[in-house]
């Protein structure tokens, strides 16, 4: 199993631009799930979703969208990149909504300049 | 609310024990966990603990958890240059529905010969 893989690794965008983080994972998990990592924050929680064709927001979704056609897929698009969306992303899944261990992918570091 | 805190910031002397302290307040967490994130790279999970234990040793790693004051400890016993990394407290936030990690800031310990 890869577990659960995010590309791209780096990325540096300027304001006004969108991309697509791409985030995948093999161990046919319900749960998936977007954070942020920013300086002093720990991680916030961006979107999640419970299943295919089911997303919501978390704590800090202004800026995002998330779709989910695919169990392995959940990819979050950035529409109009701004500064403020400069971070490290981390993708994690998890069996089910309610399982307790989740695993996270190795970040994507995002520069909006 | 939901909060979870730490100091950002330990040094220890190689071959010391390292005490990383946290507090939270979500009292219905029923998962407690310690996350491992060296530099540039992602979330490793350490350990986590069950609210209905006081206590969990794994090898060098013991937790505490004092769930009357909402914290919660680790200890690594026999510090290593190894072990230099941030650590995360999180706290699992689960309604109905809805379920997410909560996350410190992170402590960064940093262990010196």
């Known amino acids: 199993n890869a577990g659960v893989t995010q590309t791209p690794k780096f990325q540096v965008l300027k304001t006004g631009q969108s991309m697509t983080l791409q985030c995948a994972q093999d161990?046919?998990?319900?749960?998936m799930s977007w954070y942020r990592q920013d300086p002093g924050m720990g991680l916030r929680l961006i979107h999640y979703?419970?299943?295919?064709?089911?997303?919501d927001q978390g704590e800090v979704p202004n800026g995002y969208n998330v779709s989910r056609s695919t169990t392995e897929d959940f990819p979050l698009r950035l529409l109009l990149a701004a500064p403020s969306q400069t971070s490290v992303y981390f993708c994690?899944?998890?069996?089910?909504?309610?399982?307790?261990?989740?695993?996270f992918g190795p970040g994507t570091r995002l520069t909006v300049t | 609310g939901e909060d979870v805190e730490q100091s950002l910031f330990l040094s220890v002397r190689e071959g010391d024990s390292s005490v990383i302290n946290c507090t939270y307040t979500?009292?219905?967490?029923?998962?407690l966990y310690w996350y491992k994130q060296e530099p540039g790279a992602g979330l490793q999970l350490l350990t986590y603990?069950?609210?209905?234990?006081d206590m969990k040793q794994d090898q060098r790693l013991t937790v505490l958890l004092n769930k009357k004051d909402k914290h919660l400890s680790l200890r690594i016993a026999d510090t290593q240059t190894g072990d230099s990394a941030i650590y995360f407290c999180?706290?699992?936030?689960?309604?109905?529905?809805?379920?997410?990690?909560?996350f410190g800031a992170g402590t960064r310990l940093a262990v010196h010969p």
């Open positions: 603990i069950f609210s209905n234990m």
């Open positions: 161990m046919n998990h319900e749960y």
């Open positions: 979703s419970v299943g295919a064709g089911i997303t």
């Open positions: 994690a899944s998890s069996a089910t909504s309610i399982s307790y261990e989740q695993y």
């Open positions: 979500d009292s219905s967490s029923t998962y």
């Open positions: 999180a706290e699992w936030y689960r309604r109905e529905g809805y379920n997410k990690l909560i």
